[in-house]
């Protein structure tokens, strides 16, 4: 066996996400205008899709009692809410965000905003995710703001401060994602967006990877959105993004 593919066979008998099928890796994003749209896109997924994002969107368009209804459903959501803001702040907010029945939600990482979620989210299962580097961002974008980090470099750090925080994962590109896992170890959770399938338009992410690029580098789930959403039959794209990530090495 290779040293890749033995890496590879740790990640797979190891990661949080080891366990399931190759259809619950995958994270349809409902970025679309209106909770209308979202519930026409989750009928014409139906049973292929099973988790869903709702980001910041649809959130102040009825999004969260969309999350309600989808948790209600049987479906997994993942409320991509980026929260930043004092402790109590975030504690309070988490404390209600929890009572939804939402499985995953993104803070912005820094330590001690995310040791407020944690504490906010009590003994459910929520699980809290931080906020690496948005895959919009690259290296150009961090010397804009000042940052004297490489990309690899803030993304280590961000990893080093909030997993000491007690973050449950990361959010984090399919670029850093092996970087990521060798910091965190196999314990944390690591959900990458900004994938797009091999032909596909990267629209204005930075730094995509393939599904299988991804799942190679050691994430647990995929974010997909514009690829099935815009897509002619967005449930045959869902499965070949399925079959993707089945396939992955």
Request: net charge negative; proline share 3%; charged share 25%.
């Amino acid at each position: 066996m290779t040293a890749s593919a033995a890496r590879q066979t740790e990640i797979e008998m190891t990661s949080p996400a080891s366990s399931i099928s190759p259809s619950e890796r995958l994270i349809v994003a409902l970025d679309v205008p209106t909770v209308d749209e979202a519930r026409a896109m989750v009928t014409r997924l139906g049973s292929t899709v099973s988790f869903y994002k709702i980001g910041m969107e649809l959130q102040f368009v009825g999004g969260l009692e969309l999350a309600r209804e989808l948790v209600g459903e049987g479906k997994r959501v993942f409320l991509d809410a980026k929260l930043y803001d004092i402790g109590r702040t975030v504690e309070a907010a988490v404390r209600n965000i929890a009572k939804l029945g939402v499985h995953f939600l993104t803070i912005h990482g820094n330590a001690p905003t995310i040791a407020a979620a944690c504490v906010g989210r009590g003994d459910t299962d929520l699980k809290i995710l931080a906020v690496t580097l948005l895959t919009s961002l690259d290296q150009s974008d961090l010397k804009d703001m000042g940052i004297d980090l490489s990309v690899e470099e803030y993304v280590a750090r961000a990893v080093q401060k909030s997993g000491g925080a007690g973050c449950d994962g990361f959010i984090a590109s399919g670029k850093e994602a092996a970087h990521v896992r060798a910091l965190a170890g196999q314990d944390k959770i690591i959900v990458t967006p900004g994938v797009r399938s091999s032909g596909t338009a990267a629209h204005d992410q930075k730094r995509v990877t393939t599904p299988g690029d991804a799942i190679g580098a050691g994430s647990d789930y995929l974010v997909v959105g514009r690829q099935i959403l815009g897509a002619q039959d967005p449930e045959a794209e869902a499965k070949r993004v399925i079959q993707e990530i089945a396939s992955a090495k």
